[in-house]
C-alpha cells in the first residue's frame, strides 16, 4: 500500500499497510497480536464474519482525500495504472484533477478496456462494490486467495500485461515492496526489462528494500 502514504480514509486517518491491518484482523478474531497479514486474514476468513471483514476493509481503503504528489503523479499520461492496492487513491486523485480514470479488476474483460486510456487495474482486487463473496477469491487478502484459481496468472489480464511490459517504452512502480510474488517472479525471469524499470521509493527507505528492488532496475 505504500503508493497510498500519505491519503486519509472515510475515518479521516491513514490506509494500513499490511502488518497494522493484521492486527486490525487479529483484533477482529479474537486471536493474539500478529503482523503476519496472511496469516491473520485466513484466520479471520474462517472464524470471523465476514460481513465485518468487508466492512473493516471499506472503511480503512475507501479515501477521501489524496496528496498533492498523488495529483500530480496522476496528471500524467500514464498508458495504464496496474495497482496491487484494494483503494481508490488513483482514481480519485484522477477525478481531482480532471481524470475520469476507469477502476476494473481481474474479472473485467480485457477485449472492453485494452483499447482505452485512463484504465486502472486492480490486481488483487477493490473494495468499491465488494461483497463478503468476493473476500474468498476476487479480493487477494489471504494465504488461501493468492492460491485460488482466480490469480493474476491465471487470468485473461496477465498476458496483456506481460506484453504491455515488453513494448513499454519506461515501467515505473511507486511505493512497491515486491510483495506480490507473481510481479516479482515475471521481472526475475525477464532481466531484460531491468532498464527501462524504474523504482519510486519513500524518503529515508530502508537498505534492505533499495537493496531488494535494484536487483529489478533503476531505484530513486
Known amino acids: 500500500a505504500g503508493f497510498s502514504f500519505g491519503t486519509k480514509n472515510t475515518l479521516n486517518t491513514e490506509p ?3 502488518g497494522d491491518l493484521a492486527k486490525m484482523l487479529c483484533s477482529l478474531s479474537n486471536l493474539p497480536e500478529s503482523e503476519d497479514l496472511m496469516f491473520a486474514a485466513d484466520v479471520a476468513l474462517e472464524y470471523s464474519d465476514n460481513n465485518k471483514i468487508l466492512d473493516l ?3 480503512q481503503f475507501t479515501l477521501s482525500e489524496v496528496s498533492q504528489s498523488h495529483e500530480n503523479i496522476c496528471e500524467l499520461p500514464w498508458r495504464r495504472y496496474y ?3 484494494y483503494d481508490n487513491s488513483i482514481e480519485l486523485a484522477g477525478l481531482n484533477v480532471g481524470r475520469r480514470i476507469e477502476s476494473i479488476d481481474l474479472m473485467s474483460n480485457p ?3 485494452l483499447k482505452k486510456n485512463n484504465v486502472c487495474l486492480h490486481i488483487n482486487g477493490k473494495i468499491e462494490g465488494a461483497e463478503p463473496s468476493d473476500l474468498k477469491s476476487n479480493i487477494k487478502l489471504s494465504d488461501s486467495s493468492y492460491l485460488s484459481p482466480d490469480s493474476f496468472v491465471n487470468s485473461d489480464w496477465y498476458y496483456h500485461f506481460k506484453k504491455e511490459l515488453e ?3 519506461a515501467i515505473v512502480f511507486i511505493g512497491y515492496s515486491m510483495y506480490d510474488m507473481d510481479v516479482k517472479k515475471y521481472l526475475f525471469e525477464n532481466p531484460s526489462l531491468q532498464e527501462k524499470t524504474y523504482f ?11 537493496f531488494t528492488l535494484r536487483k529489478y532496475g533503476h531505484v530513486s
Open 200 to 210: 519510486v521509493v519513500r524518503e529515508g527507505a530502508r537498505f534492505q528494500e533499495i
Open 111 to 113: 477485449s472492453i478496456y
Open 167 to 169: 513494448s513499454s517504452s
Open 16 to 18: 494500513p499497510l499490511a
Open 57 to 59: 476493509l471499506k472503511d
Open 83 to 85: 495497482t496491487t492496492n
